[in-house]
């Protein structure tokens, strides 16, 4: 059956690069679990205090914005101080994660012109690297997309929906890290906007975003096969 070819074969990851994979895997966890406690922070402000505070301001480490404005009243500055020192936890850990991915590991030659894709910066980067790798186990770019999730699975037959694959065997890491450079891109690189707005005025915006991230993806992969901006 493997002379054949009809028997697939399951690629095993690196034994000693696995455990500088999961600790970068680590990140999105913490990364949600901070976003959400932000959420939530700027809600008891908002409740409490008629107030509404800037992201950045929020989540900044070296200025406690936040205690100040909720003094005065215990039940509310108990709540916001907890959040706040959880939210400031999270960042040191997330900052020691990013440093130490950062100084043990190095962006290879194909992953280094990633960098260049709008919305891709070095942590994406060295993600993307990190959950692709090796790049040339993926034959063709339908292959690559389909891996990180983002073509269809339906199987139709005379223009009806006969069923639909398993979406979910792929690499959800690698999902995540297109979708999130798709989302950085349209918000602060204008090209990316336009494309996004074009696509959205078609259609629902979660298609949208798919169609960009998927964008996005077939011009990493070409980027990293033939090392071209």
Known sequence: MLRLKILPEGYIYPEEQRPLRDLLRKRGPLARLKTL??????????????????TNRTKALTTDHVTPLLAGNDDPTLA??????????LSRQIIAIERAVERKLSLRKAYDL??????????LALTIMMETAPFDRLPGVGNYVS????????????????????????????????????ELARRFD????????QKRRRTNEPIACNAFANKLSRAAYYIMRDGVL
């Open 190 to 197: 204008p090209e990316s906007r336009a494309y996004y707005d």
């Open 80 to 89: 916001g101080k907890m959040s706040k020192d959880a939210i400031d936890s």
């Open 114 to 123: 990633l960098l260049s894709l709008p919305g891709v910066g070095r942590v």
């Open 147 to 182: 891996y990180r999730r983002k073509v269809p699975v339906a199987r139709f037959s005379n223009e009806k929906k006969k069923r639909t694959g398993n979406r979910k065997n792929s690499n959800k890491y690698l999902s995540w890290a297109y979708a999130e450079a798709a």
């Open 37 to 54: 406690l932000t959420l939530s922070l700027q809600n008891i402000l908002a409740r409490n205090m008629g107030t509404k505070m800037n």
